[in-house]
DNA sequence: CGGCATCCATTTTGATACTG
DNA sequence: CAGTATCAAAATGGATGCCG
């Protein structure tokens, strides 16, 4: 049982060593949002078989970047979380977002699966301190059945799967639209005044929320 | 010969279905410090086979990541070099070396290859712009046989392989050296002292460049 | 539901020999 | 030096089956 190695001496070889290995970032990248039960771990991953997905979860606890915990009261069941070095994969995994948004999204393909998670995290990628400058705000998204929600307090974010506690602003939409509107093909004004998103709750916050994220226009690699 | 892809629309994985095959990542690590040569490539990479090697660069100058070059005279000789879009995956590689810097590094191992430009690269990585602030200043370094330099700009910095046209400081060490300074197991100056490394140039430059790097230190992943 | 074990068809990789 | 060709070893994926 031998784990593969690149064998460098080198901070981006180690820790590709470590996370480098097929489905191991997109595993962590579910966890960046909170805590997340095997089911749903494998619902997330399509392609990913359990015999994997047990193996990768066993490496991660080995290597001390996610835990198996339980779920506080009612739910107590099994999940697995993030430690503290597991979080801190989150600037490296928004690095590789930011570039996949700039270079690589495009539209949909058919054979592609979708979860509203992944462009919530599209948008914590893109998000400007400088833009949130004084702002304390809870944002809560509604997208078809998921729900996520973002605090940004004066120049930092933090986006967690599941509602918030006391949300200054609720909207609501449905996947079609929120792809929409985080690929720039229409804005969330635009989606709200068609009547394809709902928005409710402190209207000063609302306003500010178009200018918190910076999303790149799509570039073409084929030339230069 | 379809290629395998993770189907999911999200930023992330369309990434990692680009660059997330083992051996990418390290071989665009390699083009960052600028054009390379295939044989130099793979002597860099140890492990890497021929066959794979030029599958790989086949696949990033298809995805318009990397194309194929032919040095300036009096070379002439091919080489691969990065496309703008190969260049913009710096900052994710360099968020993947910080963490590695923090969470993965300690002591090298007996199996483990070295190069300086990983180091380099290791620099670039904690690269502090705020103190870095109004200086303009170019280093070279010389570390056994490889030489690489940095130019500072206020703010920005840019490292490359090969010597510099007008360093103000020249650095010379050897690689064990350039290792301990760069994994703060001793910093420049006792090197310096102790005879270890010489620097020669403007001393002002030399002063500020220890300020210019915040190495983190290592941290544990096995509690918490 | 959570999670590990097994079996098997495909891919990917690693190592080496070989060619212009 | 820059790659191709070839082949063995390892990783992946997918389907189940099992057990608490």
Excluded at 21 to 39: A, D, N, Q, V
Excluded at 52 to 58: E, I, S, V
Excluded at 160 to 175: F, N, R
Excluded at 195 to 224: I, M, Y
Aim: aromatic residues 6%.
């Amino acid at each position: 049982m031998e784990q593969r190695t690149y064998n460098q001496y080198c901070a981006t070889a180690r820790t590709l060593d470590l996370v480098g290995e097929r489905w191991t970032l997109l595993l962590i990248r579910e966890l960046l949002t909170g805590p997340k039960r095997y089911g749903d771990l494998q619902t997330s991953l399509r392609g990913l078989g359990t015999g994997l997905l047990a193996t990768r979860l066993k490496h991660l606890e080995r290597e001390g970047l996610a835990r198996k915990i339980t779920l506080p009261p009612p739910a107590r069941t099994p999940a697995y979380a993030l430690t503290e070095a597991g979080q801190e994969l989150g600037p490296a995994i928004l690095a590789l977002a930011r570039w996949g948004l700039k270079w690589a999204m495009g539209e949909r393909r058919e054979t592609e699966t979708f979860h509203p998670g992944w462009a919530v995290l599209g948008l914590r990628a893109c998000f400007d301190p400088k833009a949130a400058g004084g702002l304390r705000a809870v944002y809560e998204f509604r997208v078809d059945d998921e729900v996520f929600h973002a605090r940004i307090d004066d120049g930092t974010v933090e986006v967690l799967h599941g509602p918030a506690q006391h949300p200054d602003v609720t909207l609501a939409m449905s996947e079609e639209v929120f792809v929409g509107v985080t690929s720039l093909s229409r804005t969330l004004p635009q989606a709200i005044a068609a009547g394809a998103a709902t928005a409710t709750g402190d209207a000063e916050a609302l306003r500010r929320l178009n200018g918190l994220f910076r999303l790149p226009s799509p570039q073409s690699r084929s030339a230069n």
